[in-house]
């Protein structure tokens, strides 16, 4: 499906997993990819700021929400503590995997999408395919992470008092202003 | 760096009793098998490798290799 993004959308959900692995995450959730939304241009980062989601804002409530939830950032640490427990050396690993194919082309733990994530995506396709648009963009994304409606992201955005009817009629009317 | 376990110790800890212990090790390891994968491919595909190439090294099908990778490269712009 990812074929069908925009550079911008890419660049959204490249944004979610650097949010992810900044916050010491080993997943991309859908409060990563309301970060990813909030700090990309298009119709949904647009619409966010005209909701007043400011970045910084957003970041704390992400991760005040998944501490509560009981999601501790381990920056994947129990992994390779596992990894560890069976005589594999992930450091050594990522030392020489450094060494040969430049820094950060290896990475573990890979932060992954969680269920609730993909989910995300999965209704985001769903509400280019609704629109009739062949192109998926940040706007879609958006549309997806509030139909959803139930993760971290559509917390986060309840938390910093966002109406989330007005903010998808928002972003509707930016992207069919755009079309 | 961690010192070396001698290999009387790392029997014990691959033979350890607790199943969590256990199966939490074998879930790191798929993830690291899917890392490692993900870099190798990456780099036969970049030092001009076919995808039947790749495929016959790791001892899969064509399609499945590419049904794994190719899209991905694309959509990360490393191939058009």
């Given at each position: ?5 925009t ?19 080993d ?48 920056g ?28 950060g ?9 969680t ?22 963009d ?42 | ?80």
């Amino acid at each position: 499906m990812f074929e069908r993004f925009t550079e911008l959308a890419k660049r959204a959900v490249v944004g979610a997993q650097d949010a992810a692995l900044s916050m010491g995450h080993d997943f991309i959730g859908t409060g990563h990819l309301l970060l990813g939304l909030a700090q990309t241009a298009g119709p949904a980062g647009e619409a966010l700021r005209e909701h007043r989601v400011e970045l910084r804002q957003a970041r704390e409530q992400t991760a005040q929400a998944l501490q509560e939830a009981g999601i501790a950032a381990t920056g994947g640490q129990p992994a390779k503590d596992a990894l560890a427990s069976i005589g594999i050396d992930v450091a050594e690993i990522q030392r020489r995997a450094d060494d040969t194919f430049g820094p950060g082309v290896f990475r573990f733990p890979r932060p992954r999408f969680t269920p609730r994530a993909t989910k995300t995506l999965q209704l985001t396709l769903r509400e280019a395919t609704a629109l009739g648009h062949q192109q998926i963009d940040t706007g879609h994304l958006l549309l997806g992470l509030l139909a959803e409606g139930d993760g971290v992201g559509v917390k986060v955005l309840h938390t910093l008092d966002v109406d989330t009817g007005a903010l998808r009629e928002t972003v509707l009317n930016r992207m069919t202003r755009q079309a | 760096m961690s010192a070396e376990p001698l290999p009387a110790d790392l029997v014990g800890q691959i033979t350890n009793k607790d199943p969590a212990l256990g199966l939490q090790a074998v879930v790191a390891l798929r993830r690291l098998l899917e890392e490692l994968e993900r870099v190798h491919v990456d780099n036969a595909r970049d030092q001009g490798w076919t995808w039947q190439n790749i495929a016959t090294a790791l001892q899969v099908s064509r399609q499945s290799v590419h049904e794994k990778h190719a899209t991905r490269r694309k959509t990360t712009g490393k191939e058009d």
